[in-house]
């Protein structure tokens, strides 16, 4: 058995790895990665044609966004997901090749060819199985977002698991990753943050709801940029949980994330909850939007990290009132507008470099495993070869240390590398 490393290797992005058996060829998760110079792909993939499946983990860009290229190249395999994977992988392409379009960016490929890749899409139940090519296969809940999965395969007498991007601790919107994987002798691990530990929950929680009733009471504005796949669903459940005396407002991609979300109940803790607090929540329509700028209210819109979507418009009617707030419910990465925020109180509105005068604080909402956390579940499955991936060189390289130490014989593979299992 191989393990070809397409990408995510001491990176964050473009998730792509090939299984290699002596009889086929398989790929979990086909990504991209989103840089300041412009795309990347995955690399060194030759004929994409004789690719037999793809074990797809979830629906985020940076597993599925090369899914149209390669279909583009010839790769007409299964593509085996879950039904929630599906409907958000479709909805999640089309958003980006709208974008792409828009910034007359070189993608690659058309509209066609994500309807060819989605038509491949086959789907698989949390918790079910299948074989193809004498590989058995069986998905569980990864914890990460709506439909989100680890993976495992059984091959050549041996047991593999993929985490995906995995998350054990449970949330308001989520049931925890599964743990509960048997005897696992290969374990491919996220190590997003492979060298850090998140704040609890339930105080970050609290911290943002008081930071709302601060700026309220000044009769401020409260803008909640999100993430339009989780997150903004995770802040709605949280804001549904008190009667804050202005709207409470959903807006851009996070509206439509939400109602597809509440068409897959089985993928969410508690449907019904959700289901509420959209109800209690106002919808806003594009042509609606000029009406609540001037009005105190709560805004939950996208994107998370202000590279684009209503925030903007919101903000730039905002930026300038001391007494508001802009409260970020995710990582911003480096180079995007939210970081310049972050770092330097300045946002890009309409290609201007603006000042922003309102309250600006972070909130650490994470949907992957702290370090703490990852290494509790590792040694808890105590697989016989550990392939560490998907984080930065530091978080990599933390995560390797530990585990050597207690005898694993792990991996840190770099982009490209081959991997012998025996």
């Not at 929540?281 to 042509?287: D, F, H």
Request: glycine content about 8%.
């Amino acid at each position: 058995m191989k393990l070809v490393m397409h990408g995510a290797a001491r990176e964050v992005g473009r998730s792509c790895i090939e299984l290699q058996s002596k009889q086929s060829r398989f790929l979990l998760d086909c990504g991209i990665k989103l840089t300041e110079s412009g795309t990347e792909y995955p690399v060194g993939l030759e004929r994409a044609d004789a690719i037999r499946a793809v074990f797809l983990s979830h629906a985020h860009l940076d597993h599925t966004g090369a899914l149209p290229l390669f279909d583009h190249r010839g790769m007409k395999c299964p593509i085996i997901a879950t039904p929630t994977t599906k409907a958000l992988t479709r909805l999640l392409l089309e958003d980006a090749f709208k974008i792409g379009r828009l910034q007359h960016a070189q993608l690659g490929y058309e509209q066609l060819d994500i309807d060819k890749a989605l038509a491949c899409m086959s789907n698989v139940q949390l918790n079910d199985s299948g074989t193809i090519d004498n590989v058995y296969y069986k998905y569980f809940d990864a914890g990460h977002i709506p439909g989100s999965s680890s993976i495992v395969l059984a091959l050549e007498n041996k047991k593999l698991l993929y985490t995906g991007d995995y998350n054990p601790q449970e949330t308001l919107l989520m049931h925890g990753g599964s743990q509960d994987f048997g005897d696992v002798d290969i374990m491919i691990t996220e190590t997003t943050y492979g060298d850090r530990d998140h704040p609890p929950r339930t105080a970050t929680e609290r911290r943002l709801l008081q930071r709302i009733e601060d700026t309220l009471a000044l009769g401020g504005k409260a803008l909640v940029p999100s993430f339009a796949v989780g997150r903004a669903q995770e802040m709605l459940l949280l804001l549904a949980r008190k009667d804050w005396g202005v709207p409470v407002y959903i807006d851009g991609m996070a509206l439509e994330a939400t109602q597809l979300l509440l068409e897959h109940p089985d993928s969410l803790k508690e449907a019904d909850k959700l289901h509420e607090a959209l109800r209690k929540a106002q919808q806003v329509r594009r042509g609606e939007r000029h009406k609540i700028f001037s009005k105190q209210s709560i805004v939950i819109t996208t994107s998370g990290m202000l590279t684009g979507g209503p925030i903007i418009d919101y903000i730039k009617h905002t930026h300038n009132d001391v007494n508001s707030a802009i409260l970020l419910t995710g990582y911003q990465a480096e180079h995007t507008n939210g970081r310049l925020l972050m770092d330097k109180h300045h946002v890009y509105i309409d290609g201007w470099k603006t000042a922003v005068k309102c309250t600006v604080e972070q909130f650490d909402f994470s949907a992957h495993a702290g370090a703490t956390e990852l290494k509790r579940v590792i040694r808890k499955i105590s697989p016989h070869t550990l392939v560490v991936q998907h984080g930065d060189p530091a978080a990599v390289e933390h995560m390797r240390l530990w585990a050597a130490a207690l005898g694993f014989d792990v991996r840190t593979p770099s982009l490209n590398e081959v991997i012998s299992i025996d």
